[in-house]
């Protein structure tokens, strides 16, 4: 079977940085990955590799059976993504930038009335439908970011931190949202920090430490009757604790 996503060998190196160091990396169609790792562990960069937005220094990598190198648009076609960082069109509404991007995606315009309207109410946002994204809050725009992901029915969907900046309510809705898509057989790619999101939503796990996979398959695997967090931790290894020495003087 064709894998939603493969990454063979990649590395990136950003001066004295090796961000990435010949990862391999398979992810299969209709399964949710979670990619956890300790800040600087590069899994921003292997994000932005595996979707085309930056280029590996070495590797391969294919989306659904296209090389993200040779065959852009076939990718582009099949994937959604929500990238860290995102900047949107400020003033552009939030319906304004579905339909624009529905429309250039060359989706008939019904459909992409029909898609708007329902993904502003899953996510909660047809109140902020008319509202200008310039005037969004951070968590208003990481609900859009992901309604503009999802607008096309990518077969792959890849995240970045998708749960920053939610409240605890919107962040149950998008949780639903993405088991719904890859119970529809679609695959989900999810870097996060929130460990509590990664063990209750994904059945796959990839922990990255300084630009390598060090653990990845089945997430009740990789845990191995262990809470996530305590796993992760004795793989990245926690140093120490030190405390302040001035604290009640």
């Given at each position: 079977?064709?894998?939603?996503?493969?990454?063979?060998g990649v590395?990136?190196?950003?001066?004295?940085?090796?961000?990435?160091?010949?990862?391999?990396?398979?992810?299969?169609p209709g399964s949710f990955l979670g990619l956890v790792g300790p800040n600087g562990a590069g899994k921003t960069t292997l994000v932005s590799i595996a979707v085309g937005l930056l280029r590996p220094d070495a590797g391969s990598v294919r989306v659904c059976g296209h090389d993200v190198r040779e065959d852009p648009e076939s990718v582009k076609a099949v994937v959604g993504v929500l990238p860290d960082g995102l900047g949107l069109p400020g003033r552009l509404t939030g319906r304004e930038l579905?339909?624009?991007?529905?429309l250039l995606r060359g989706l008939p315009?019904?459909?992409?009335?029909?898609?708007?309207?329902?993904?502003l109410a899953v996510l909660d946002l047809d109140r902020a439908?008319?509202?200008?994204?310039?005037?969004?809050?951070?968590?208003?725009?990481?609900?859009?970011?992901?309604?503009?992901a999802l607008l096309h029915d990518p077969r792959l969907l890849v995240l970045d931190e998708p749960?920053?900046?939610?409240?605890?309510?919107s962040a149950m809705a998008i949780r639903a949202?993405?088991?719904d898509v890859v119970a529809a057989g679609g695959t989900v790619v999810c870097s996060s920090h929130v460990m509590a999101l990664v063990e209750q939503v994904c059945d796959h796990v990839a922990v990255l430490v300084a630009g390598r996979v060090v653990a990845v398959g089945p997430t009740e695997v990789v845990r191995d009757g262990h809470p996530l967090e305590e796993t992760f931790a004795s793989l990245v290894g926690v140093p120490a604790r030190r405390r302040l020495s001035w604290l009640g003087s």
């Open positions: 079977m064709t894998a939603a996503l493969e990454l063979t590395s990136r190196r950003f001066g004295a940085t090796q961000a990435l160091d010949g990862v391999d990396l398979r992810v299969e579905l339909t624009y991007l529905g315009a019904a459909v992409v009335t029909r898609r708007t309207d329902e993904l439908g008319h509202t200008l994204i310039a005037d969004y809050s951070a968590g208003m725009t990481k609900k859009i970011g992901l309604a503009a749960l920053e900046a939610v409240d605890p309510v949202l993405l088991q």
